[in-house]
């Protein structure tokens, strides 16, 4: 593992690393903010961010705002970059943002050439906790969260793996992904069209067939005035599914709100406050 950059943040520490990753075949980078409370050792527990379409794990670091409430709750904070990078890694042959670099959708891809390294799933599950676990001081406690289609990313790896994260929460999140634009176009590149193998990856079909260990606890946010709002979002999929079956899902419409990080820094505290209450 290789430190790329470290910078002392409201007295805890921001540090971006790079490391060969066996789950996606090329080097991956990532981001940790640690609290102070870590400086000595001290033992703090995660929340995993995941960004949406375009983003690496800089975007959140630099624009959430997330660092003094973070600090105060003692609460590290590790973001995944959004796909596998590098030369031989195969892009969108259109070269568009909603597909290939920068938009791995948290899935493990099945389809030739983007099988050979778009593990995502596997990676935020498995690879990037584990390598956490080895050289940070962090707690068995982990809660997951994102933006869009790292909305999307939060919901399904947060509901697959319920046992392993105390709670869940998403801003503008992809809720039902086999219905939206974004959604369609990403599943048949990367899955193919065989749409049962689409389920485990749309947060709406695993609520509604209840694919969950635990019944953790799910925060959203969601602005009104987000352009994706209508044609890639609709969020009330999920709640309406939630409300079925009656899942602890909280969705706040937040009047104004677009789909920016000025929206996420907006409430970020808030979500915070959220995942430390459920880490007990
Ligand atoms: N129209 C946008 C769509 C991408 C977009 O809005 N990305 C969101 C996530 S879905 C984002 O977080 N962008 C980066 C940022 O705001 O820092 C573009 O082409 O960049």
């Known amino acids: 593992m290789e430190l790329i950059t470290s910078n002392k943040v409201v007295g805890g520490w921001h540090k971006r690393y790079r490391h060969t990753s066996t789950t996606t075949q090329c080097d991956m980078t990532f981001a940790i ?9 001290k033992k703090v527990p995660v929340l995993y961010w995941l960004s949406g379409l375009t983003c690496t794990d800089e975007n959140f670091m630099q624009k959430a705002g997330a660092f003094k409430t973070a600090n105060e709750l003692g609460i590290a904070i590790v973001t995944s970059d959004t796909s596998p990078r590098g030369e031989s890694v195969a892009d969108d042959p259109a070269a568009n943002y909603d597909f290939g670099l920068g ?13 050979k390294h778009y593990h995502m799933y596997d990676y935020v599950v498995s690879e990037l ?5 080895a050289h940070f001081p962090v707690t068995e406690q982990q809660a997951i969260s994102g933006h869009s289609m790292g909305g999307h ?33 990403a599943f048949t ?17 695993l609520l509604s067939q209840q694919q969950f260990k635990q019944p953790i606890p799910i925060l959203i946010d969601q602005g009104d005035a987000d352009s994706f709002l209508e044609e890639q979002l609709q969020p009330w999929h999920l709640q309406k599914v939630a409300e079925n079956i009656n899942y602890p899902l909280t969705l706040n419409m937040r ?19 959220f995942h430390a209450k459920h880490f007990s």
């Open 33 to 41: 903010f640690l609290p102070e409370a870590a400086n000595h050792g």
């Open 103 to 115: 938009a791995g959708f948290y899935l493990n891809a099945i389809m030739p050439p983007f099988d």
């Open 129 to 133: 906790p584990q390598l956490i676990k």
């Open 153 to 185: 990313g939060a919901l399904t790896i947060g509901l697959r793996n319920s046992d392993v994260y105390s709670s869940i929460s998403a801003f503008s999140p992809i809720v039902h992904p086999q219905q939206c634009p974004w959604g369609v176009k």
């Open 189 to 205: 590149g990367y899955l193919g069209i065989d749409t049962s193998i689409w389920q485990q990856y749309d947060a709406t079909a």
């Open 255 to 273: 009047e104004g709100y677009d789909h920016s990080y000025f929206f996420i820094s907006s409430f970020i505290d808030e979500h915070l406050h």
